[in-house]
């Protein structure tokens, strides 16, 4: 059974830093391209940025180009997501998700991030 636990939010000032992890089990984590996704307050959840199997190719929404970085280490199942300057606007539930037909419906908790003063 595919499990993704993701974690690392908190509330943050604009301008602070916050590193996210996402614990990947019951699959080959290295076979599969991971992708974050973020749920805004009333809003849809969106995609932020996605990753290859290896690690070699990202692919990020421009608003948040420049500001996240995306890694895995997988040798340790986990994805991350390293975001430097935050802002209000990226105030959401943060999820990661596997980018395969067979495990997309696959969802964590995901883990609330507030960029507040």
Request: charged fraction near 15%; include cysteine.
């Amino acid at each position: 059974q595919v499990q993704l636990v993701e974690s690392g939010g908190g509330l943050v000032q604009p301008g602070g830093s916050l590193k996210l992890s996402c614990a990947a089990s019951g699959i080959t984590f290295s076979m599969y391209a991971m992708r974050w996704f973020r749920q805004p307050p009333g809003k849809e959840r969106e995609l932020v940025v996605g990753i290859s199997s290896r690690g070699l190719g990202t692919n990020y929404a421009d608003s948040v180009k420049g500001r996240f970085t995306v890694s895995r280490d997988n040798a340790k199942n986990t994805l991350y997501l390293q975001m430097n300057s935050l802002k209000p606007d990226d105030t959401a539930v943060y999820y990661c998700n596997v980018d395969s037909w067979q495990y997309r419906h696959v969802w964590g908790q995901g883990t609330q991030v507030t960029v507040s003063s």
